[in-house]
């Protein structure tokens, strides 16, 4: 994160902040050895630090992404510099930048958010002369990792693992023209394509009470219904990203626990036979259901136990498209607001841009400003942007179709997963309640 403050950044507050910040999330005291995390007692030694770029030849757009670009590039995994925090000097003065980078291994989207926050919130209180409190922490990220390494050798996932065996047997590739070029973080770009505010708060308020669904089967059953239209294949296999902290342990609060919880499974989308929006909102909802532990144990059996799955699986590609649903992003945290705004130049590359990028397609949606936004990560070396933009289209216009449709008087219905005690097929549920339609 790249920050501007209203004001010349006061240097001692701020290195109070970061101490406070590493030794209140004890996570990002971590350091890697080989496969293992360990946890430092003391915050590393110049996790903060000013960088003066007043004296230094070029514009100053050009000295602050070059200077935030080589500062991302110094975290270390083995030596423990997984978070760290820089000044950018532009002289007497100047407000400067505050330049904040932490390693994804230890914060994911909503402990990234936490972290800024009591960054901000313990400078504010540390320049105003006050004692640092932060809000209190909620479960270590040490007892969440140790419970998770219990559940994967308990008999809790042996289902999990019948499971996975039989439910990736189609692939359910993306079918888009594409080259074998090098599919690398350099040479990514994106397409958005977005909802109106008056569409996304139709979707977000009243699509869910048609068919009892969240909004990312909704936005999936759009997805694969497009790329249905583009080449008839009624499959579509598709990693999906989510929060660990809300799947497995309702006794574990880590609302507020720095870490990386986030989970990603596949999971092959069929809409065979599901021709009208509702039967492939209902098809797209059961298929999501039916996933045990919502996915989390793919990964888990995979590399905490992968002798109980067969090779195969252990060794399976991962899906063409990534898909993540962020929903409604929140706006800055006062204390933020108040101090800092986000700045106009960039923060430095996010990752290595000689990388290999694990997916073709990244599809990441989220709610901003009212609006709901669809975001196309793709390579350039391996897909042309008017096909990206044609898939993306298709997306669109479908998603929309289905919320025109979830909003009519005759649209809704129930699903068997909405009666999980009972033990019924669709063709079941729908022959007993079109029995009650006719009485």
């Known amino acids: 994160a790249l920050l501007e403050p209203d004001h010349v950044l006061d240097a001692a507050a701020m290195r109070k902040a970061v101490d406070a910040v590493l030794l209140h999330h004890d996570v990002l005291r971590s350091h890697f050895e080989g496969t293992a995390q360990l946890l430092a007692e003391a915050p590393p030694a110049e996790a903060f630090t000013t960088i003066d770029l007043a004296s230094l030849p070029g514009d100053e757009r050009t000295r602050i992404e070059t200077a935030a670009d080589e500062f991302g590039r110094t975290l270390d995994l083995a030596r423990g510099r997984v978070f760290a925090v820089a000044s950018l000097d532009l002289g007497e003065g100047k407000p400067g930048r505050l330049l904040i ?37 909620t479960a270590s990220y040490k007892e969440w990792a140790a419970r998770l390494n219990a559940l994967a050798a308990s008999p809790d996932f042996d289902a999990d693992v019948e499971y996975w065996i039989g439910a990736l047997g189609e692939s359910g590739r993306l079918q888009l023209p594409s080259t074998q070029g090098a599919n690398t973080e350099e040479s990514v770009e994106i397409v958005t394509r977005s909802l109106s505010a008056e569409q996304t708060a139709t979707l977000i308020r009243e699509v869910p009470k048609a068919y009892s669904t969240e909004i990312e089967e909704i936005l999936l059953a759009s997805l694969v219904q497009a790329n249905i239209k583009a080449n008839a294949e009624p499959r579509l296999a598709v990693a999906l990203e989510v929060d660990g902290r809300e799947v497995l342990f309702d006794d574990l609060d880590s609302s507020r626990t720095a870490g990386c919880y986030t989970f990603e499974y596949p999971l092959v989308l069929d809409l065979s036979g599901a021709a009208d929006p509702g039967a492939a909102i209902k098809r797209v909802k059961e298929q999501m259901r039916a996933v045990p532990h919502r996915g989390a144990g793919y990964g888990l059996l995979r590399t905490l136990m992968p002798e109980r799955l067969p090779e195969s699986l252990v060794k399976a590609s991962a899906p063409d498209v990534r898909f993540v649903y962020l929903g409604e992003v929140a706006e800055s945290a006062d204390a933020l607001a108040a101090l800092f705004r986000p700045a106009s130049e960039t923060a430095g590359a996010q990752q290595n841009p000689l990388e290999t990028r694990p997916y073709l397609v990244d599809v990441s949606v989220a709610v901003t400003g009212g609006a709901l936004h669809v975001n196309w990560h793709y390579s350039r070396n391996v897909h042309q942007r008017a096909a990206i933009e044609a898939a993306a289209d298709r997306t669109i216009e479908a998603l929309g179709q289905l919320i025109f449709h979830c909003v009519a008087e005759d649209a809704g219905g129930y699903t068997p997963s909405d009666f999980p005690e009972a033990d019924l097929s669709q063709n079941d549920l729908d022959e007993i309640l079109a029995a009650f339609d006719d009485e």
Do not use: C
Not at 131 to 136: D, S, T, V
């Open 101 to 137: 980078v932490a390693h994804h291994l230890v914060v994911d989207i909503l402990s990234w958010n936490v972290v800024v926050t009591d960054l901000i919130t313990a400078y504010a209180q540390a320049r105003g002369g006050a004692a640092i409190e932060l809000p209190r922490k």
